[in-house]
């Protein structure tokens, strides 16, 4: 219907639809335009014989596809025939009593037809499957690249509905009417058939809406009936109450055009496309007719009570009865009383006579009924869900509800108060001085999801504000028959409590309260409020403590969905690019991943690494087919990120902070920047937020400082907030390409790093960790810079758990008896309060240990905000007696196998080096850490262990000479061998700037350069060199300029000169003529690639020229003089000679003092 053949079409039908007289009733002309589209829609829009799965094929693929359909039915029917042609040849002659031999032409002439076409449709079929998959990868990769650019300017619900027809719907396609969910019809009883489940579904919904099964003919004369009922003699309307002409076909014209049919049959198309001729049709039919309190309604949309909106004054039976559809508490009803029967919510706010009076009657009458099922069930409740009136009729009524809460909050003098001072609004730096003046805050509300913010100065005033708010709310909600719902997850409330009396509070609350506090409500007695240390509101998780744990795990699973959902046919596809991929990606998963970051306050650097690692497995994932997911993860964080083209987190983060900033600044609410203010960590975020993207974008404006731009864009936001939008574009634009740019060089320093390490330098002065902490796994040979490295290996590798797990389990102290809020708790107790652990090591038992740290199925800290609670009773008496703790005990696994080490006899014929041996395989039979083995070799030497040899004294003095060089030397050293070079290696594993700085270049000794000969050849990089060295070389040089260089990796591949370096060849490198601008520097989009390109370049050439010295190759190299970290590393290298000019410094090594004897003859 889309195409313009289709809306000619609906042109045409729309202008067939005739005027109807003044005197028809709306119902009948609006059955007289549904029966019209029903009758001429099915035939000027025929259904497909043959529907097409995928819209985004090519006529040409299509043809192709039925052409393919065609073959295989006559090779079907051809074989079917061939294979059945005995037996019916034979059915025919014994049908027609004639001989087998006598001839039948007809099966004759399609036998001999068939074998005569069959191996031609054979081959057709075999030609054209390679087209068709051919044609279908085309297909396919042009319409998510067509996809993926209409990504950047278009929503993302545009973005995955087009992508749906290329990875399906949310489930497969139901045959037949769907059938109902199953319900129980009793506690432990499903429904068995489907006439029952169908009864209990429609008592369900009829109870919430009052309601009840009615035959549809009779409701419809009731409908008649009570219209024609209505006095319409005093009625009034103006012209200008009524809506006009352009704006019912404005309406007609947002219709949407991807909807389900409703129940009249009449597609959004209809609508959308035949609203300036249908809206002339349809007009006429319009003539005729600190605390943070969250609230959850139950069935809010079902349970309002249509009077309240309409002012009608309901009889009392009427009133019981609706008390009773809503289930109210019994003493409601003389409250709900005192409010029915006033003046209409909708004209009391301000609306005309004719809205009032189609808001009442769309409320009349109102019904329901189930998919695919003829009952038709009225409803007297209820703002009619899912209608466009629902939100309107709802917003109307729970604004009264609003409006009295705070007059109580302000009566009661409860009403949060922070500064305000006009100077605050659009201000990024706090105020100079305290603002004089307060502004008053009571809520935040969405339709039915309220927020209510509560301060005070003190603990126990908090609790009794929080008590009346709630009280006071759920009071106001019944009062207009709204029912709360107090269950779990649904309203409760979430305290921050300081200064005097929290701890009593806390442990009132979650002791002897069990995590709740009474409400004093006047009409719900009884009624207990849940305080929670997390609640999740409007998508998004609230900590009580202001984190960001809870909230950034749930983004990282709903984006991991999002991803793994479209991850075959677009993320790992081998058919999208990966520009494409990115820009899917910020339509489909950033926006998951970062849904509401603008608004995240406390962002640390331990959450940016969990958010950098989740794009770090999706990036790696994303680079299928260039790079497999395996050599991906290798290439580092950075590298997979700038590879797959999509930015880091942190500019993820001021991307969201910068575009909800435009929401802030456009809706003028003077209670956001008050709040903003008072809390100040996020004002310091957008602040920072603003000057990066002022620092990427301040080239391309015309602004001088960054306050006065600042005050440019506040004017941009309010009058054009495309602009604001455009330039944050830009921004990220810039950043990633920054970033790509950062990324390849610190690729460069980490493999110019690798590059040193391997000619003799020493990078182990720059370790953060000293010498003597570090710890050793003697059987598996390796070495770690830590206790608490050694204790991950020791658990995942051996399965050591802290001694403290095990002798603790719940959450009480046996000793003590305190109570604390988790097992994790208990234990950082145990191990910090030596009177407990002593305690509890002298009773001797032990217990499983609980999941700790780390596990999945450990408690999490942030959902835990009770106090340690102390038990009342006698504390158990200590035991007599002292155990040490785990790490001053020795080994007993240790001790046995020192016991064996004389078990051939031949200790005394031993050197001090065999029985060293020995001793360090019997030290290696166990993870231990260090001071547990000198705690173990200790009570070995003093204890009755080497004096139980039996031995002469001379093998006894060589025992203690090796135990004496034991106490003075380093054990790691002398458990794992070689273990300064080790981890020197391993300390200079990835790209790090801080450890090339401080390097250690004195071992470097650069070999003396080959003797240059007239067989030699002088390769020149980028530029000619100086007339000098041609005179020198006497012949002209092999030039590789830059632009050639630049175009070969362009295309994938690697120059020659930086492939395999010849022995036989000199090499003079030139970077001035190369564009490398840092990351901070602004580049054009249009040559960010060609800059990101020409720093590879520049990269690779450095790392040449150092390879060249170090293997004894002449070789001459020439930078710009910009004080980079790895250029003036290599100027510290021994061998290597340099002279600085106006703007470069060129690089040699040798023995000449001028890089033009490196190439004159000897």
Same mark, same amino acid.
């Given at each position: 219907m889309g195409t313009a053949e289709g809306k000619e079409k609906i042109k045409q039908l729309c202008q067939a639809l005739e005027p109807q007289p003044w005197a028809l009733d709306v119902h009948r002309h609006a059955a007289y335009i549904e029966n019209h589209f029903r009758s001429t829609l099915p035939l000027a829009f025929p259904a497909p014989r043959t529907q097409q799965r995928r819209s985004y094929f090519q006529p040409e693929t299509w043809q192709l596809r039925n052409q393919r359909a065609w073959l295989r039915k006559r090779v079907h029917s051809a074989s079917h025939f061939g294979k059945c042609f005995s037996l019916t040849f034979a059915l025919r002659s014994w049908r027609c009593s004639c001989r087998l031999w006598q001839p039948c032409h007809r099966l004759w002439s399609r036998w001999l037809r068939g074998l005569r076409e069959l191996p031609g449709h054979l081959t057709a079929l075999r030609a054209t499957s390679k087209q068709l998959r051919t044609r279908i990868r085309e297909d396919t990769r042009a319409y998510i690249h067509e996809v993926a650019v209409q990504a950047t300017s278009a929503t993302t619900k545009d973005t995955v509905q087009k992508l749906r027809a290329l990875t399906g719907g949310p489930k497969r396609k139901q045959r037949g009417p769907t059938p109902l969910p199953s319900i129980e019809v009793s506690p432990g009883r499903l429904a068995l058939t489907h006439q029952e489940s169908k009864e209990k579904w429609i008592s369900h919904f009829s109870a919430i809406e009052d309601g009840h099964v009615q035959d549809p003919v009779a409701f419809v004369h009731a409908c008649y009936h009570r219209q024609d009922a209505k006095d319409l003699s005093g009625y009034t309307v103006s012209p200008l109450d009524v809506p006009n002409l352009v704006e019912l076909e404005a309406a007609l014209r947002a219709a949407n055009t991807e909807r389900a049919y409703g129940l009249d049959g009449i597609p959004g198309e209809v609508l959308h496309h035949g609203a300036p001729f249908l809206s002339k049709v349809a007009y006429q039919l319009l003539l005729l007719s600190h605390s943070l309190l969250f609230l959850d309604l139950q069935e809010a949309f079902y349970r309002i009570i249509r009077p309240l909106i309409t002012g009608d004054q309901p009889s009392d039976e009427e009133v019981a009865r609706i008390c009773s559809a809503v289930q109210l508490p019994p003493n409601t009803m003389h409250e709900l009383h005192s409010f029915l029967g006033g003046p209409s919510l909708v004209k009391e706010a301000g609306s005309s006579e004719w809205a009032d009076g189609a808001v009442a009657e769309s409320l009349q009458d109102t019904w329901f009924r189930l998919p695919d099922e003829p009952e038709v069930v009225v409803t007297r409740t209820g703002s009619r869900?899912?209608? %466009?009136?629902? $939100?309107?009729?709802?917003?109307?009524?729970?604004?009264?509800?609003?409006?009295?809460?705070?007059?109580?909050?302000?009566?009661?003098? @409860?009403?949060?108060?922070?500064?305000?001072?006009?100077?605050?609004?659009?201000?990024? *730096?706090? @105020?100079?001085?305290?603002?004089?003046?307060?502004?008053?805050?009571?809520?935040?509300?969405?339709?039915?999801?309220?927020?209510?913010?509560?301060?005070?100065? $003190?603990?126990?005033?908090?609790?009794?504000? @929080?008590?009346?708010?709630?009280?006071?709310?759920?009071? #106001?909600?019944?009062?207009? #028959?709204?029912?709360?719902?107090? /269950?779990? !997850?649904?309203?409760?409330?979430?305290?921050?409590?300081?200064?005097?009396?929290?701890?009593?509070?806390?442990?009132?609350?979650?002791?002897?309260?069990?995590? *709740?506090?009474?409400?004093?409500?006047?009409?719900?007695?009884?009624?207990?409020?849940?305080?929670?240390?997390?609640?999740?509101?409007?998508?998004?998780?609230?900590?009580?403590?202001?984190?960001?744990?809870?909230?950034? %795990?749930?983004?990282?699973?709903?984006?991991?969905? /999002?991803?793994?959902?479209?991850?075959?046919?677009?993320?790992?596809?081998?058919?999208? %690019?990966?520009?494409?991929?990115?820009? @899917?990606?910020?339509?489909?998963?950033?926006?998951?991943?970062?849904?509401? /970051?603008?608004?995240?306050?406390g962002v640390t650097s331990v959450h940016l690494d969990s958010l950098d690692a989740v794009l770090r497995q999706m990036a790696c994932q994303m680079l299928t087919p260039r790079y497999t997911c395996e050599e991906a993860w290798h290439l580092g964080t950075a590298q997979a990120i700038a590879a797959a083209k999509i930015p880091r987190a942190s500019t993820y983060l001021h991307v969201s902070r910068l575009r909800y900033l435009l929401s802030c600044v456009r809706l003028d609410v003077k209670e956001i920047w008050a709040l903003a203010h008072w809390e100040r960590g996020w004002l310091g975020l957008i602040r920072s937020s603003v000057r990066w993207m002022w620092d990427l974008t301040r080239n391309s404006g015309a602004e001088e400082d960054f306050h006065s731009s600042w005050s440019h864009w506040i004017d941009e936001c309010r009058r054009a907030p495309g602009k604001w939008k455009s330039r944050v574009r830009r921004a990220l634009r810039a950043a990633v390409d920054g970033e790509a740019r950062q990324a390849a060089y610190e690729r460069h320093i980490g493999l110019l790093t690798r590059q040193l390490c391997r000619a003799g330098a020493r990078f182990n002065a720059a370790s953060p960790h000293s010498h003597t902490g570090q710890q050793v796994c003697a059987p598996c040979q390796l070495v770690f810079q830590d206790l608490r490295a050694w204790s991950v290996h020791a658990f995942k590798c051996h399965g050591r758990k802290d001694e403290v797990r095990s002798l603790v389990e719940g959450t009480q102290c046996p000793h003590c008896m305190r109570h604390y809020a988790t097992t994790v708790r208990l234990c950082r107790h145990v191990r910090h309060s030596d009177a407990c652990r002593r305690a509890l090591l002298n009773r001797g038992e032990r217990v499983h240990p609980a999941p700790g740290v780390g596990s999945r199925k450990a408690p999490k800290e942030h959902l835990f905000c009770a106090p340690t609670l102390q038990a009342e009773g006698p504390c158990p008496q200590e035991l007599d007696g002292h155990l040490d703790d785990e790490m001053n005990r020795p080994s007993a696994e240790v001790l046995d196998c020192l016991a064996q080490i004389d078990f051939d006899g031949g200790l005394a014929t031993m050197t001090d080096d065999e029985i060293w041996d020995r001793i360090r395989i019997s030290m290696s039979c166990v993870c231990l850490p260090i001071q547990r083995l000198r705690v173990t070799l200790d009570v070995w030497e003093k204890g009755e262990g080497v004096g139980a040899l039996n031995r002469s004294q001379e093998s006894h003095a060589k025992v203690h000479r090796v135990l004496s060089w034991l106490r003075e030397t380093d054990l790691v050293s002398a458990l794992v061998p070689g273990t300064d070079e080790d981890s020197r290696k391993a300390h200079v594993s990835g790209p790090a700037i801080g450890p090339l700085c401080e390097a250690d270049l004195l071992a470097i000794n650069l070999p003396y350069p080959d003797a240059w000969t007239k067989d030699h050849v002088l390769v020149a990089v980028g530029a000619t060199p100086a007339l000098k060295i041609l005179t020198a070389y006497g012949r002209t040089p092999l030039l590789y300029s830059h632009e050639e260089s630049l175009t070969v990796l362009a295309s994938g591949t690697t120059p020659d000169f930086l492939e395999e370096i010849d022995r036989g060849c000199g090499f003079c490198f030139d970077l001035l003529g190369l564009n490398t601008p840092s990351s901070t520097d602004s580049v054009p989009a249009k040559k960010a690639d060609l800059?990101?390109? %020409?720093?590879?370049? /520049?990269?690779?050439?450095?790392?040449?020229?150092?390879?060249?010295?170090?293997? !004894?190759?002449?070789?001459?190299?020439?930078?710009?003089?910009?004080?980079?970290? $790895?250029i003036e590393t290599i100027l510290r290298m021994p061998g290597v000679r340099h002279t600085r000019q106006e703007g470069s410094v060129a690089l040699w090594a040798g023995q000449v003092d001028e890089p033009a004897d490196l190439f004159h003859l000897s």
């Open positions: 869900p899912g209608d %466009s009136l629902s $939100d309107l009729v709802f917003s109307f009524l729970f604004a009264k509800v609003l409006r009295q809460v705070r007059q109580a909050l302000v009566d009661a003098a @409860l009403l949060a108060r922070i500064p305000w001072s006009q100077e605050m609004h659009c201000k990024l *730096e706090p @105020l100079e001085q305290p603002a004089a003046n307060e502004i008053g805050l009571s809520d935040a509300t969405w339709m039915d999801d309220l927020s209510m913010f509560l301060i005070s100065p $003190d603990a126990q005033s908090l609790i009794r504000a @929080l008590d009346f708010g709630a009280s006071s709310l759920i009071d #106001a909600c019944l009062q207009r #028959a709204l029912v709360p719902n107090l /269950a779990k !997850g649904k309203t409760e409330a979430i305290v921050q409590l300081h200064n005097k009396g929290a701890r009593r509070e806390r442990r009132k609350i979650f002791g002897e309260g069990q995590g *709740e506090i009474p409400l004093s409500c006047r009409m719900w007695t009884g009624a207990r409020l849940r305080i929670v240390p997390v609640y999740r509101h409007l998508g998004g998780f609230l900590q009580h403590n202001g984190g960001l744990s809870h909230e950034i %795990s749930f983004r990282c699973a709903q984006a991991w969905e /999002a991803f793994n959902r479209r991850r075959k046919k677009v993320f790992r596809s081998t058919l999208v %690019s990966i520009a494409d991929k990115a820009l @899917l990606f910020d339509s489909l998963v950033s926006t998951v991943l970062f849904h509401g /970051a603008g608004t995240w306050t800059a990101l390109q %020409s720093i590879r370049l /520049a990269c690779d050439i450095t790392r040449c020229a150092v390879r060249c010295w170090t293997n !004894g190759i002449r070789a001459y190299l020439k930078v710009p003089d910009r004080k980079s970290v $790895d």
